[in-house]
C-alpha cells in the first residue's frame, strides 16, 4: 500500500513539474533612436568619420538567446544620408567616382550575418564576445567578412516594459557593438592617385546597434 502511494505520489510531481521552454528564435527590429554606424578614413593627411543614424540605418534580426551560434541578421547604411562634416566631401563621396549613390542599387551599404562564434547561450544583462562572419556589400561588390563583436541580451520585466515602451523598448531587447574592417579596392572602388594622402584605401566600420523584439 505504502509503495504504491509513493508511486502515485511521484507520478504526480512528475506530472506537475514544469516542462522547460523549446528552443525559440525570435525576430528583431533596428531601434533607429538608439542605433548608429560610422565609418573611419586614416590617410596620412586626413583622418574623417562619416557618420549615419535614424531613417539612415536600418536592420532586422532573428536570434535564439540559448543558440546565438544561428543568429541572422542583416544591417543596411543608407550611404546617401552619411555626413563626414563636410558637404564638399559628402559630395564627392556620394560621385560617380566614389560610391555613385544615385544608382539605387549602390544607396545601401550592407552587411548579412551567415555565421556567429560565441560560447553558450547568452545571459540576460551580460556582454558576450563573439566573432561575426557576414558578407559585406558595397556599391553591389560583396566580400566575406568577419566582424569584432559584443552580444548583449537584454530581458525587461513587466513592470521595466511599461517603464520603456515610449522609449520602443519591448521584454527582449538586444544590443550589439561591432567593428570591422575592409577597402575601397575590396568592393571595386579605386581611389585616385591625387587623393592617397586625403582618402585612405582602408576602411574601418563601427556599430553600435540596439534590437527590440517585434
Do not use: C
Not at 591625387?194 to 576602411?203: G, H, Q, T
Request: hydrophobic residues 40%; aromatic residues 6%.
Amino acid at each position: 500500500m505504502i509503495r504504491t502511494l509513493a508511486i502515485v505520489l511521484a507520478s504526480l510531481l512528475l506530472t506537475a513539474a514544469p516542462v522547460p521552454a523549446a528552443a525559440e528564435s525570435m525576430n528583431f527590429k533596428l531601434l533607429t533612436n538608439y542605433s548608429q554606424a560610422s565609418f573611419r578614413s586614416d590617410a596620412p593627411l586626413e583622418t574623417f568619420v562619416g557618420t549615419s543614424a535614424l531613417e539612415g540605418i536600418q536592420g532586422t534580426l532573428a536570434l535564439d538567446p540559448a543558440k546565438p551560434q544561428d543568429a541572422k541578421a542583416t544591417v543596411k547604411v543608407d550611404m546617401s544620408r552619411v555626413s563626414t562634416g563636410i558637404e564638399k566631401r559628402d559630395a564627392d563621396m556620394r560621385g560617380k567616382n566614389y560610391l555613385d549613390t544615385e544608382v539605387e542599387g549602390n544607396k545601401w551599404v550592407t552587411f548579412e550575418v551567415r555565421k556567429v562564434e560565441v560560447t553558450g547561450p547568452l545571459q540576460p544583462g551580460k556582454e558576450a564576445p563573439a566573432k561575426v562572419h557576414g558578407v559585406l556589400t558595397i556599391k553591389q561588390k560583396p566580400t566575406d567578412t568577419v566582424a569584432d563583436a559584443t552580444v548583449m541580451y537584454i530581458k525587461l520585466s513587466p513592470e521595466q516594459v511599461e517603464q520603456q515602451k515610449r522609449f520602443g523598448f519591448t521584454s527582449d531587447n538586444v544590443k550589439v557593438k561591432a567593428k570591422l574592417n575592409s577597402t575601397f579596392t575590396a568592393h571595386g572602388i579605386q581611389v585616385p592617385q591625387l587623393l592617397f594622402l586625403k582618402v585612405a584605401n582602408d576602411i574601418q566600420m563601427l556599430a553600435d546597434l540596439v534590437f527590440v523584439r517585434q
